[in-house]
């Protein structure tokens, strides 16, 4: 007879983040997961919702609140432990790079565990790597909209052609050894305090 | 190019200014160090980030690398203490609803605990003849100086803090928003959050950690204990760091400056106003009354940086009696090796420092401010007594232990 599966619950207020390892779960076969936002009333949910498993992201300030809860509450049948495997130094410090830990139920098998962990951690990553490319990318297109205004007031103050505008930003940035994005910014604000009608 | 590397985690809150100040001040790098800080959001994080290495020493509540020494902590490492980063600073506030039900009950607001605690305790009584919920208080931790004086205080004041009261965790930024929203009636907890409720007008300043235990421990430099095997140089040059540090941050001319560094968001982010209160001992404990508390919070004076091991033993008699850990011959072993004064004398003695004679001192001995002189220069202790006139004396723990498990004390 198969274990019965487990009831995993995660803990984060990070809505995005926590649709996203809630799919990884799901789509690892795990049927029975519950997302929490919101600690508001957290001790009522575990004794309804009795979860084997327990995910938290590593920001949550009431980390604290939490981990006494799972050891004191009446709510909580069964001690509630975190998990921890002394023999997998590199998986405890996986989890806390990844700003993930996560905590289990007195007595469950930690093999039973550490696929949820790592599939945690994985996801915890993944989120990671997306907000910064998110975050690159905004920049990026700022970075874009600026130069299309410094090549702009190049073309009216100077006479210049498009293309001239740009080889001129180019090589200013060049023999400044900047970024191109921050030559046109610097070309922006100088516009804007000294130009006709400038601020 | 900074001759040590050091990794510090800290928690946004007032204690964590002599580690703010080493750094941003430039004390730090006088020593060769490169004071790396992470502000963390929880002390299950810094536990764990010391742990894994990801720190090599952190801004720590007192009794928290005892709880990591005893097992009572999951992922703990080994942790010492060879500084302490000051003494006070904490207070207890209630909601007004209980404030006024305490002051129909004869406290007023002189923040006397032995009044203010009978109070309570009729209050307590009152409410739970006609049938209401017990009262619930909110500390940060339950590993915490704020923990074991709260309960020091009610049990002290007959009150049973497991039986009549409730007492949960809240996070301590959180503190006044919990007794605003009326999802706690009190809590103990470090400035500024107490000022915050009073500020706000939903809360009521009843006590103080100073009046409690006078000049007790509070947060503490923790320090992985293999980090400081391997790194002796690195250790000694952070302990002078942080003594230079704390010295400039007792000075009051330096209180704009340190109060205007602390309110940056990176730190503590909160108006230099309410900071002053902790560092003056100057409070509003509610609608406007203002109180003076002496020595309500000491970053250096009164030898605020020594690691008493007294004060790693009192810690230590309180987790067994709330029954964290039992009293054996090998706990009391561990409890009396966390907390390392040898390494606080070989790191400033060079220095020319006032340090005292002893490494425990038996407390609530000294009624007054008392000059102890060694080394050459002087030291003022004291006075350091407890609120309910009783005395702790590290050398007789099983007659300490014995007392607070008998009679009114006992609890649970």
Same mark, same amino acid.
């Given at each position: ?37 919101? &600690? ?6 575990? /004794? ?29 049948? +069964?001690?509630? /432990? ?9 998986? @405890?410090? /996986?989890? &806390?790079?990844?700003? &993930? ?6 007595? *469950? ?11 945690? @951690? ?6 990671? +790597? ?6 690159? /990318? +905004? ?7 600026? @130069? ?11 006479? *210049? ?39 | ?17 002599? $580690? ?71 207070? %207890? ?26 109070? $309570? ?12 919920? !017990? ?34 965790? %809240? ?74 540090? =704390? ?59 020594? !690691? ?16 964290? %850990? ?8 561990? =409890? ?9 004398? =070989? ?10 004679? =002893? ?6 001995? $000294?009624?007054?401010?008392?000059? %102890? ?40």
């Amino acid at each position: 007879m198969s274990p019965a599966p487990l009831k995993i619950l995660v803990i984060d207020e990070n809505r995005i983040r926590s649709a996203i390892i809630e799919a990884g779960l799901r789509e690892a076969g795990y049927d029975q997961v519950t997302i929490v936002h919101d &600690v508001g009333g957290i001790a009522r949910r575990i /004794a309804e919702i009795e979860p084997d498993v327990i995910v938290i992201d590593l920001e949550n300030p009431n980390r604290d609140m939490l981990e006494n809860m799972f050891q004191l509450s009446r709510a909580v049948k +069964r001690p509630i /432990a975190m998990f921890v495997d002394r023999s997998d130094t590199a998986s @405890i410090e /996986a989890a &806390v790079d990844a700003g &993930v830990s996560a905590y289990i139920i007195d007595g *469950l098998r930690k093999e039973r565990v550490k696929p949820i962990l790592q599939m945690a @951690i994985s996801r915890f990553n993944a989120f990671s +790597r997306m907000a910064r490319e998110l975050e690159e /990318a +905004r920049g990026e297109l700022e970075g874009r909209k600026l @130069i299309d205004r410094a090549k702009g007031i190049l073309m009216k103050s100077r006479g *210049l052609g498009e293309e001239d505008a740009y080889a001129l930003l180019r090589k200013t940035a060049m023999n400044q050894n900047r970024k191109l994005a921050d030559v046109a910014q610097s070309l922006v604000t100088a516009a804007e305090l000294l130009g006709p009608g400038g601020m | 190019m900074a001759q040590f590397q050091i990794n510090a985690g800290f928690m946004p809150l007032f204690d964590s200014a002599v $580690l703010v100040v080493a750094r941003e001040i430039g004390f730090a790098e006088r020593e060769g160090i490169d004071l790396r800080l992470s502000r963390e959001t929880s002390w299950a994080n810094i536990r764990d980030r010391i742990a894994i290495g990801h720190f090599d020493v952190a801004h720590m509540l007192g009794p928290m690398p005892l709880a990591c020494n005893l097992g009572l902590t999951p992922l703990a490492s080994d942790t010492i203490v060879p500084f302490s980063l000051g003494l006070g600073g904490n207070c %207890v506030t209630v909601s007004n609803a209980v404030w006024d039900g305490m002051a129909a009950h004869g406290a007023l607001a002189d923040l006397d605990p032995t009044r203010s605690g009978a109070a $309570l305790g009729r209050l307590i009584r009152a409410r739970a003849a006609a049938g209401e919920s !017990p009262l619930r208080f909110a500390v940060t931790h339950p590993h915490s100086g704020h923990n074991y004086e709260l309960r020091y205080w009610l049990a002290g004041c007959g009150i049973g803090p497991s039986r009549e009261v409730e007492i949960v965790i %809240v996070p301590p930024p959180i503190m006044a928003d919990a007794l605003a929203a009326g999802r706690i009636d009190g809590y103990c907890v470090g400035e500024p959050w107490n000022s915050v409720s009073v500020v706000g007008g939903t809360g009521h300043i009843v006590t103080v950690k100073a009046a409690i235990w006078r000049a007790s421990p509070e947060k503490v430099l923790g320090v992985r204990k293999s980090w400081a095997r391997d790194h002796p140089e690195a250790l000694s040059a952070l302990l002078r760091a942080l003594h230079h540090a =704390a010295r400039w941050c007792q000075d009051p001319k330096n209180h704009a400056e340190l109060t205007d560094l602390m309110s940056k968001p990176a730190f503590l982010g909160q108006p230099a106003e309410i900071q002053m209160r902790a560092l003056t001992g100057r409070l509003d404990v509610g609608g406007g009354e203002m109180r003076q508390v002496q020595d309500f919070f000491l970053p250096f004076d009164k030898a605020a940086n020594f !690691p008493w091991k007294s004060h790693a033993l009192w810690f230590y008699t309180q987790m067994v009696r709330w029954g964290d %850990v039992r009293y054996s011959p090998a706990n009391t072993s561990i =409890a009396l090796d966390c907390y390392r004064p040898d390494l606080y004398r =070989a790191a400033l003695k060079p220095l020319g420092v006032a340090l005292p004679g =002893a490494n425990a001192k038996v407390e609530g001995a $000294l009624t007054t401010a008392t000059p %102890v002189g060694s080394a050459g220069a002087s030291l003022v202790l004291g006075p350091d007594g407890f609120f309910d006139g009783r005395i702790f004396d590290p050398d007789m723990l099983d007659v300490y232990i014995e007392a607070q498990a008998t009679g009114l004390q006992a609890d649970a």
